[in-house]
Protein backbone atom coordinates (compact mmCIF):
# COMPACT_ATOMS: atom_id res chain seq x y z
CA UNK A 1 0.00 0.00 0.00
CA UNK A 2 1.60 3.81 -0.99
CA UNK A 3 2.16 5.62 2.18
CA UNK A 4 -0.01 8.37 2.84
CA UNK A 5 1.45 12.07 2.04
CA UNK A 6 2.30 14.44 4.42
CA UNK A 7 1.96 18.15 4.73
CA UNK A 8 4.19 20.00 6.94
CA UNK A 9 2.88 23.16 8.74
CA UNK A 10 5.16 25.44 10.71
CA UNK A 11 3.87 26.98 13.64
CA UNK A 12 0.80 24.74 13.55
CA UNK A 13 0.37 25.50 17.46
CA UNK A 14 -0.32 29.39 16.43
CA UNK A 15 -3.28 31.56 15.55
CA UNK A 16 -3.30 30.40 12.03
CA UNK A 17 -1.43 27.36 11.47
CA UNK A 18 -4.10 26.06 13.89
CA UNK A 19 -6.85 26.91 11.85
CA UNK A 20 -5.55 25.56 8.70
CA UNK A 21 -4.51 22.42 10.25
CA UNK A 22 -8.07 21.56 11.02
CA UNK A 23 -9.13 22.48 7.35
CA UNK A 24 -6.64 20.12 6.49
CA UNK A 25 -7.63 17.46 8.23
CA UNK A 26 -11.39 18.01 7.52
CA UNK A 27 -11.25 18.91 3.07
CA UNK A 28 -7.79 16.51 2.80
CA UNK A 29 -6.33 13.00 3.36
CA UNK A 30 -2.59 14.18 4.19
CA UNK A 31 -0.42 13.29 6.88
CA UNK A 32 -0.24 16.51 9.20
CA UNK A 33 3.01 17.13 10.85
CA UNK A 34 3.17 20.34 12.57
CA UNK A 35 6.25 21.86 14.12
CA UNK A 36 6.43 24.44 16.58
CA UNK A 37 8.37 25.70 19.36
CA UNK A 38 5.36 27.07 21.04
CA UNK A 39 7.28 30.61 21.57
CA UNK A 40 3.98 32.01 21.20
CA UNK A 41 1.67 29.62 21.18
CA UNK A 42 0.43 26.45 23.40
CA UNK A 43 0.58 22.70 22.54
CA UNK A 44 -2.69 22.49 23.78
CA UNK A 45 -3.81 23.69 20.98
CA UNK A 46 -3.39 20.01 18.99
CA UNK A 47 -6.04 18.80 21.80
CA UNK A 48 -8.61 21.63 20.63
CA UNK A 49 -7.93 20.38 16.65
CA UNK A 50 -8.70 16.86 17.96
CA UNK A 51 -11.67 17.86 19.76
CA UNK A 52 -12.71 19.37 16.66
CA UNK A 53 -11.96 17.29 13.62
CA UNK A 54 -11.71 13.86 15.62
CA UNK A 55 -8.03 13.24 14.10
CA UNK A 56 -4.67 13.25 15.53
CA UNK A 57 -1.39 15.34 14.03
CA UNK A 58 2.34 14.64 14.70
CA UNK A 59 3.79 17.30 16.34
CA UNK A 60 7.55 18.13 16.33
CA UNK A 61 8.81 20.41 18.72
CA UNK A 62 11.61 22.51 17.15
CA UNK A 63 12.65 25.86 16.67
CA UNK A 64 13.20 26.19 13.54
CA UNK A 65 16.51 28.97 13.84
CA UNK A 66 18.39 25.89 15.50
CA UNK A 67 19.82 24.51 11.98
CA UNK A 68 21.20 21.60 13.60
CA UNK A 69 17.99 20.86 15.37
CA UNK A 70 16.51 20.82 12.06
CA UNK A 71 18.81 18.95 10.12
CA UNK A 72 18.75 16.44 13.03
CA UNK A 73 15.33 16.37 13.58
CA UNK A 74 13.53 16.24 10.24
CA UNK A 75 15.93 14.21 8.17
CA UNK A 76 14.16 11.30 8.85
CA UNK A 77 10.76 12.92 7.41
CA UNK A 78 9.92 11.47 4.30
CA UNK A 79 7.03 11.64 1.22
CA UNK A 80 6.40 15.27 1.85
CA UNK A 81 3.77 16.63 -0.29
CA UNK A 82 4.36 20.20 0.54
CA UNK A 83 5.12 23.05 3.49
CA UNK A 84 3.34 25.78 4.70
CA UNK A 85 5.54 28.03 6.99
CA UNK A 86 3.57 29.90 8.81
CA UNK A 87 5.87 29.96 11.91
CA UNK A 88 7.03 33.60 12.69
CA UNK A 89 6.86 36.90 15.18
CA UNK A 90 4.00 39.19 14.09
CA UNK A 91 3.65 41.93 16.18
CA UNK A 92 4.28 45.28 14.84
CA UNK A 93 4.46 46.82 18.29
CA UNK A 94 6.90 44.24 19.17
CA UNK A 95 8.74 44.82 16.43
CA UNK A 96 9.27 48.19 16.65
CA UNK A 97 10.62 47.53 20.33
CA UNK A 98 13.06 44.91 19.56
CA UNK A 99 14.05 44.80 15.64
CA UNK A 100 16.64 42.11 15.95
CA UNK A 101 14.26 39.71 17.63
CA UNK A 102 12.44 39.75 14.08
CA UNK A 103 15.39 39.93 12.12
CA UNK A 104 16.97 37.00 13.82
CA UNK A 105 13.58 34.48 14.28
CA UNK A 106 11.66 35.52 10.92
CA UNK A 107 14.71 35.32 8.68
CA UNK A 108 16.50 32.46 10.01
CA UNK A 109 13.94 30.06 10.40
CA UNK A 110 13.18 30.95 6.47
CA UNK A 111 16.65 30.16 5.39
CA UNK A 112 16.61 26.72 7.32
CA UNK A 113 13.13 25.67 6.13
CA UNK A 114 13.83 26.25 2.03
CA UNK A 115 17.34 24.58 3.02
CA UNK A 116 15.11 21.66 3.68
CA UNK A 117 12.81 21.69 0.91
CA UNK A 118 15.95 21.61 -0.90
CA UNK A 119 17.14 18.41 0.89
CA UNK A 120 14.15 16.87 0.51
CA UNK A 121 13.63 18.01 -3.09
CA UNK A 122 10.24 18.85 -1.61
CA UNK A 123 7.93 20.74 -4.24
CA UNK A 124 5.38 22.44 -2.82
CA UNK A 125 5.93 25.74 -0.72
CA UNK A 126 3.60 28.34 0.95
CA UNK A 127 4.79 31.04 2.85
CA UNK A 128 2.69 33.82 5.38
CA UNK A 129 3.67 36.84 4.14
CA UNK A 130 1.22 40.27 5.43
CA UNK A 131 -0.38 42.98 3.21
CA UNK A 132 2.28 45.34 5.38
CA UNK A 133 4.74 44.62 2.92
CA UNK A 134 2.73 47.24 0.64
CA UNK A 135 3.64 49.92 3.31
CA UNK A 136 2.09 53.52 3.56
CA UNK A 137 0.57 52.63 -0.09
CA UNK A 138 -1.99 55.45 -1.27
CA UNK A 139 -3.52 53.85 -4.27
CA UNK A 140 -5.93 51.68 -2.58
CA UNK A 141 -7.54 48.89 -2.60
CA UNK A 142 -4.13 47.11 -3.35
CA UNK A 143 -3.51 44.29 -6.06
CA UNK A 144 -0.62 41.94 -6.42
CA UNK A 145 1.20 44.69 -8.77
CA UNK A 146 1.06 47.44 -6.51
CA UNK A 147 4.59 48.59 -5.75
CA UNK A 148 5.62 47.81 -2.43
CA UNK A 149 6.45 50.84 -0.20
CA UNK A 150 8.66 51.33 2.48
CA UNK A 151 8.42 49.09 5.21
CA UNK A 152 6.98 50.69 8.10
CA UNK A 153 8.17 48.18 10.84
CA UNK A 154 10.89 45.89 11.02
CA UNK A 155 7.94 42.95 11.32
CA UNK A 156 7.03 44.12 8.04
CA UNK A 157 10.60 44.35 6.94
CA UNK A 158 11.05 40.44 7.27
CA UNK A 159 8.08 39.54 5.17
CA UNK A 160 9.76 41.79 2.37
CA UNK A 161 12.77 40.24 2.84
CA UNK A 162 10.92 37.02 3.03
CA UNK A 163 9.03 36.95 0.09
CA UNK A 164 12.21 38.06 -1.90
CA UNK A 165 13.76 35.04 -0.46
CA UNK A 166 11.41 32.80 -1.47
CA UNK A 167 11.38 34.55 -4.82
CA UNK A 168 14.95 34.22 -5.73
CA UNK A 169 15.04 30.53 -4.32
CA UNK A 170 12.14 29.62 -5.95
CA UNK A 171 13.77 30.64 -9.41
CA UNK A 172 16.86 28.76 -9.11
CA UNK A 173 15.35 25.34 -7.26
CA UNK A 174 14.35 22.79 -9.90
CA UNK A 175 10.75 21.23 -9.34
CA UNK A 176 10.10 23.66 -6.48
CA UNK A 177 7.01 25.77 -7.33
CA UNK A 178 6.21 28.49 -4.03
CA UNK A 179 2.53 30.28 -3.57
CA UNK A 180 3.14 33.95 -1.30
CA UNK A 181 -0.08 34.83 0.51
CA UNK A 182 -0.39 38.46 1.89
CA UNK A 183 -2.81 37.75 4.52
CA UNK A 184 -4.52 41.43 5.79
CA UNK A 185 -6.04 41.45 9.13
CA UNK A 186 -7.04 37.80 10.12
CA UNK A 187 -9.53 37.80 13.21
CA UNK A 188 -12.20 35.88 14.81
CA UNK A 189 -12.08 32.28 15.59
CA UNK A 190 -13.23 29.04 14.53
CA UNK A 191 -17.20 28.54 14.80
CA UNK A 192 -17.09 26.10 17.20
CA UNK A 193 -15.40 28.59 19.74
CA UNK A 194 -12.77 25.67 20.93
CA UNK A 195 -10.13 27.32 19.09
CA UNK A 196 -8.72 31.05 18.02
CA UNK A 197 -5.84 33.22 18.76
CA UNK A 198 -4.23 32.82 22.09
CA UNK A 199 -0.76 34.34 22.39
CA UNK A 200 1.51 34.11 25.20
CA UNK A 201 1.79 37.23 27.25
CA UNK A 202 -0.93 40.96 26.41
CA UNK A 203 -2.06 40.67 23.04
CA UNK A 204 -0.95 43.48 21.13
CA UNK A 205 -3.94 43.36 18.01
CA UNK A 206 -7.03 44.84 18.01
CA UNK A 207 -9.56 41.87 18.32
CA UNK A 208 -7.79 40.57 21.02
CA UNK A 209 -7.66 43.42 23.00
CA UNK A 210 -11.34 43.95 21.84
CA UNK A 211 -12.54 40.90 23.14
CA UNK A 212 -10.54 41.11 26.33
CA UNK A 213 -11.56 44.65 27.25
CA UNK A 214 -15.30 43.58 27.09
CA UNK A 215 -14.53 40.52 29.27
CA UNK A 216 -12.87 42.78 31.82
CA UNK A 217 -9.45 41.14 31.87
CA UNK A 218 -7.97 44.76 30.28
CA UNK A 219 -9.47 47.40 31.99
CA UNK A 220 -10.25 50.13 29.63
CA UNK A 221 -8.36 49.56 25.58
CA UNK A 222 -7.13 52.49 23.64
CA UNK A 223 -7.79 53.79 20.18
CA UNK A 224 -4.67 54.21 18.49
CA UNK A 225 -5.41 57.50 16.53
CA UNK A 226 -8.45 59.45 15.24
CA UNK A 227 -6.71 62.09 13.57
CA UNK A 228 -6.15 59.99 10.50
CA UNK A 229 -7.38 61.30 6.97
CA UNK A 230 -10.02 58.52 6.99
CA UNK A 231 -13.86 58.71 7.00
CA UNK A 232 -13.77 58.77 11.18
CA UNK A 233 -10.38 59.91 11.62
CA UNK A 234 -9.36 56.00 12.98
CA UNK A 235 -6.86 53.64 11.09
CA UNK A 236 -8.90 51.61 8.01
CA UNK A 237 -7.80 47.55 7.73
CA UNK A 238 -9.25 44.60 5.40
CA UNK A 239 -10.35 42.57 8.45
CA UNK A 240 -10.75 38.72 7.00
CA UNK A 241 -11.79 35.59 9.27
CA UNK A 242 -9.06 33.30 9.99
CA UNK A 243 -11.26 30.13 8.71
CA UNK A 244 -11.38 32.00 5.27
CA UNK A 245 -7.62 32.32 5.07
CA UNK A 246 -7.36 28.99 6.67
CA UNK A 247 -9.37 27.62 3.65
CA UNK A 248 -7.39 29.69 1.05
CA UNK A 249 -3.88 27.24 2.12
CA UNK A 250 -5.85 24.46 1.02
CA UNK A 251 -6.76 25.87 -2.21
CA UNK A 252 -3.34 27.12 -2.92
CA UNK A 253 -2.17 23.76 -1.75
CA UNK A 254 -4.00 22.30 -4.44
CA UNK A 255 -3.16 24.54 -6.74
CA UNK A 256 0.22 23.64 -6.35
CA UNK A 257 0.19 20.17 -6.59
CA UNK A 258 -2.47 19.84 -8.99
CA UNK A 259 0.33 21.54 -10.95
CA UNK A 260 -2.81 24.59 -11.94
CA UNK A 261 0.25 27.35 -11.34
CA UNK A 262 1.09 29.42 -14.32
CA UNK A 263 4.58 30.65 -12.77
CA UNK A 264 6.44 29.01 -10.21
CA UNK A 265 6.21 31.67 -8.07
CA UNK A 266 2.60 32.97 -7.45
CA UNK A 267 1.35 35.38 -5.17
CA UNK A 268 -2.31 36.50 -3.75
CA UNK A 269 -4.07 38.74 -1.44
CA UNK A 270 -5.84 37.53 1.25
CA UNK A 271 -8.51 40.30 1.75
CA UNK A 272 -12.32 40.50 1.85
CA UNK A 273 -11.33 43.97 -0.73
CA UNK A 274 -13.78 45.89 2.41
CA UNK A 275 -12.22 48.29 4.30
CA UNK A 276 -13.44 48.75 7.96
CA UNK A 277 -11.84 51.74 10.30
CA UNK A 278 -11.22 50.58 14.10
CA UNK A 279 -14.13 52.71 15.53
CA UNK A 280 -16.44 50.09 12.82
CA UNK A 281 -14.88 47.32 13.81
CA UNK A 282 -15.88 48.90 17.80
CA UNK A 283 -19.59 49.38 16.59
CA UNK A 284 -19.53 45.83 15.50
CA UNK A 285 -18.44 44.19 18.50
CA UNK A 286 -20.76 46.19 20.60
CA UNK A 287 -23.97 45.13 18.00
CA UNK A 288 -23.16 41.33 18.41
CA UNK A 289 -22.35 41.37 22.27
CA UNK A 290 -25.13 44.28 23.61
CA UNK A 291 -22.23 45.49 24.80
CA UNK A 292 -20.73 48.94 25.95
CA UNK A 293 -16.72 48.72 25.32
CA UNK A 294 -14.65 50.76 27.57
CA UNK A 295 -12.63 52.35 25.46
CA UNK A 296 -10.42 55.64 25.23
CA UNK A 297 -9.09 57.95 21.81
CA UNK A 298 -5.58 57.52 22.41
CA UNK A 299 -2.85 58.70 20.07
CA UNK A 300 -1.31 56.88 17.21
CA UNK A 301 0.64 53.54 17.71
CA UNK A 302 4.57 54.26 15.60
CA UNK A 303 4.45 51.68 13.05
CA UNK A 304 0.66 51.76 11.67
CA UNK A 305 -0.05 52.31 8.32
CA UNK A 306 -3.42 54.69 7.99
CA UNK A 307 -5.46 52.86 6.14
CA UNK A 308 -4.93 49.56 3.57
CA UNK A 309 -7.44 46.88 1.99
CA UNK A 310 -6.83 44.44 -0.79
CA UNK A 311 -8.07 43.48 -4.30
CA UNK A 312 -8.53 40.21 -3.77
CA UNK A 313 -9.86 39.22 -7.49
CA UNK A 314 -6.88 37.43 -8.08
CA UNK A 315 -7.25 34.62 -5.67
CA UNK A 316 -10.66 34.65 -6.45
CA UNK A 317 -9.88 33.70 -9.94
CA UNK A 318 -6.92 31.62 -9.88
CA UNK A 319 -7.67 29.56 -6.38
CA UNK A 320 -11.63 29.91 -6.49
CA UNK A 321 -11.32 31.72 -3.04
CA UNK A 322 -14.37 33.04 -1.76
CA UNK A 323 -14.51 34.49 1.78
CA UNK A 324 -17.48 33.80 3.68
CA UNK A 325 -17.58 35.77 7.20
CA UNK A 326 -18.51 39.31 7.19
CA UNK A 327 -16.66 41.62 9.94
CA UNK A 328 -20.27 40.99 12.00
CA UNK A 329 -19.01 37.34 11.91
CA UNK A 330 -15.51 37.92 12.64
CA UNK A 331 -16.38 39.36 16.10
CA UNK A 332 -19.41 36.84 17.08
CA UNK A 333 -17.11 33.98 16.65
CA UNK A 334 -14.13 36.45 18.16
CA UNK A 335 -16.18 37.12 21.29
CA UNK A 336 -17.09 32.92 21.85
CA UNK A 337 -13.84 31.93 21.88
CA UNK A 338 -13.07 35.05 24.56
CA UNK A 339 -16.12 33.23 26.82
CA UNK A 340 -14.65 29.95 25.53
CA UNK A 341 -11.37 31.35 27.97
CA UNK A 342 -13.29 32.78 30.60
CA UNK A 343 -14.73 29.86 31.36
CA UNK A 344 -11.81 28.26 31.48
CA UNK A 345 -10.22 31.38 33.73
CA UNK A 346 -7.29 31.24 30.93
CA UNK A 347 -7.81 35.28 29.62
N1 LIG B 1 -5.46 49.24 17.33
C1 LIG B 1 -6.05 50.09 18.25
N2 LIG B 1 -6.02 49.75 19.56
C2 LIG B 1 -5.43 48.61 20.00
C3 LIG B 1 -4.82 47.73 19.04
C4 LIG B 1 -4.87 48.08 17.72
O1 LIG B 1 -6.59 51.14 17.90
O2 LIG B 1 -5.42 48.37 21.21
C5 LIG B 1 -5.48 49.61 15.91
C6 LIG B 1 -4.10 49.70 15.29
O3 LIG B 1 -3.53 50.99 15.56
C7 LIG B 1 -4.43 49.48 13.82
C8 LIG B 1 -5.59 48.50 13.87
O4 LIG B 1 -6.14 48.58 15.18
O5 LIG B 1 -4.87 50.68 13.24
C9 LIG B 1 -5.18 47.07 13.61
O6 LIG B 1 -4.08 46.78 14.43
P1 LIG B 1 -3.53 45.30 14.64
O7 LIG B 1 -2.39 45.39 15.60
O8 LIG B 1 -4.67 44.40 14.98
O9 LIG B 1 -3.04 44.87 13.18
P2 LIG B 1 -1.93 45.52 12.19
O10 LIG B 1 -2.72 46.11 11.07
O11 LIG B 1 -1.14 46.52 12.93
O12 LIG B 1 -1.12 44.35 11.77
Known amino acids: MKERESIIVTGGAGYIGSHTIIELLQQTDYNIISIDNFSNSHANAYENIELITGKKITSIRLDLCDKDAVSKQLNSLNNIAGVIHFAAFKSVPESMADPLLYYHNNIESLINILDFCKQKAIRNFIFSSSCSVYGNIKDLPVTEESILGKAESPYAYTKQVGEQMVDAFTATATNFNAVILRYFNPVGAHISGNIGELPIGPPTSLVPIITRTAAGTIPKM ?126
Not at 301 to 317: C, H, P, S, W
Not at 328 to 346: F, G, N, P, Y
Open 222 to 347: SVHGNNYPTRDGSCIRDYVHVTDIADAHIKALQYLINQKNKNKLSLFNLGTGRGVTVLEAIDSFEKISGLKLNYEIGPRRDGDVEAIYANNNLAKQELKWETKFNIDEMMRTAWKWQQHLSQLKIN
